[in-house]
């Protein structure tokens, strides 16, 4: 069943990535249909096997969020139903991979093989989103027109910033085994050039900021946790530099990120958001909005009007406040402390507290691409570290 789960989930993951361009609702309804067929078969088979499952402190707000929705829609006091029927779907997936995450990698050296997966996944997906980027005048997979065509789109990510996300997740796994791996250091090293350098490619500040904040981080955590480099170390670490400053310079120049940057007002937009969404937490702090309401609710507290439609608050903390009042806030706070933790103790994982601090700037997972590879990873933390049967405690 393990083994079943791994394939499942990998191919589960590729195919959801793989669609993130497709606006159509099958899109993302299929990965959740699947994710909960899978916790479904995990739930008949431990129940004829008398197999005992694992858990985690994590499902505790995990199962918070579809409770709050549950009683949203029960005592009806969401303002649109249907957004936050979507939303209980939504969530219930997230659940699911986080669930059958814990049951699937619970042995460490299976977990260890299953990371390295990821990171030549999202090795893949990186080299190919800035190859595209590059080549196709904006056409996903060089073929399919989207509505930013003929503007550079990144893979299957129309959104710069949720591809940036994606990157957060990845790139402390692949630091982190060019740190610590004896026998594939240098092709860790050269994911993880090509992971930074496709973030700087895609001129996401925040993911570019972010980013950064990783490549220092996870060598000091791998540092504590192994007693310090050796000289072999050090050099692959100046070789890596090395690397990130070639792929900058030449594939993946920076002119775009640059301008950004010099842009006069980087926060614009978002902080009339940020200013109506706390009008709309004050109207209403208990039970929120409903699920996926933001934007039913944000035209009547809205203090401009640019003529577009304001599909999200660009801040995931506020939007958690208004949707579903201080409840959801105090649920996803608990979640994102608990990952934290977590991420500053295995260091592979500390894309997790990363994503969650680039929550409070846009919204890095709010489709299912991005929220499948990030329960994943936070399923394998919480599977990190547990208290083995002779009472000592995982090394990774």
């Known amino acids: 069943m393990k083994i079943f789960s791994a ?4 191919l589960l993951l590729a195919l959801t990535v793989a669609v993130m361009f497709e606006p159509a609702k099958w899109a993302t309804t299929i990965p959740e249909v699947l994710s909960l067929a899978l916790l479904a078969a995990w739930s008949v088979w431990a129940l004829l096997k008398k197999q005992e499952l694992r858990l985690s402190a994590a499902l505790i707000p995990l199962a918070g969020v579809i409770l709050l929705a549950c009683l949203q829609l029960g005592f009806n006091t969401t303002v649109y139903q249907w957004p936050t029927r979507l939303s209980l779907f939504y969530w219930s997936g997230n659940f699911a991979i986080f669930f059958c995450g814990l049951q699937f990698l619970a042995d460490p050296s299976f977990r260890d093989r299953y990371l390295r997966f990821l990171t030549y996944f999202g090795f ?11 080549t196709s005048q904006g056409k996903v997979y060089w073929f399919f027109t989207t509505k930013y065509t003929p503007e550079p789109v990144f893979g299957p990510f129309l959104y710069r910033n949720q591809y940036a996300a994606f990157m957060e997740l990845l790139l402390p796994v692949a630091i982190y085994f060019a740190i ?32 950064t904040v990783e490549l220092a981080a996870v060598p000091l955590i791998a540092f504590r946790r192994h007693g310090g480099f050796s000289r072999a170390q050090l050099i692959n ?16 120049g920076p002119d775009v ?26 109207a209403r702090p208990v039970l929120g909005f409903g699920l996926g309401n933001w934007p039913t609710a944000y035209p009547g507290f809205a203090t401009f009007d640019d003529g ?6 660009h801040n995931d903390w506020a939007q958690w406040a208004v949707e579903g009042g201080i409840p959801l806030f105090i649920l996803m706070l608990g979640l994102g402390l608990w990952g934290a933790r977590a991420g500053f103790r295995t260091g592979w994982g500390f894309g997790i507290p990363i994503v969650f601090v680039h929550c409070f700037s846009d919204y890095p997972i709010q489709r299912p691409g991005v929220a499948v590879l990030f329960f994943l990873i936070l399923a394998a933390q919480a599977n990190a570290g547990r208290l083995t049967r002779s009472g000592s405690r995982e090394s990774r």
């Open 7 to 10: 394939i499942y989930v990998a």
């Open 124 to 134: 893949g997906v990186a080299l190919l989103s800035t190859i595209q980027a590059l």
């Open 308 to 313: 577009l439609f304001a599909n999200q608050a």
């Open 257 to 282: 990120l640059i301008r950004k940057f010099g842009s006069a007002d980087p926060y614009t937009i978002r902080r009339e958001f940020n200013a109506s969404s706390l009008r709309m937490i004050q």
């Open 180 to 211: 610590t791996s004896r026998k594939r250091r240098f092709v860790f090293l050269a994911i993880a050039a090509v992971m930074y350098g496709s973030v700087i490619f895609c001129a996401s500040r925040a993911g570019f900021l972010l980013c």
């Open 237 to 252: 670490g100046g070789l890596a530099l090395i690397a990130l400053l070639l792929w900058l310079a030449i594939p993946a």
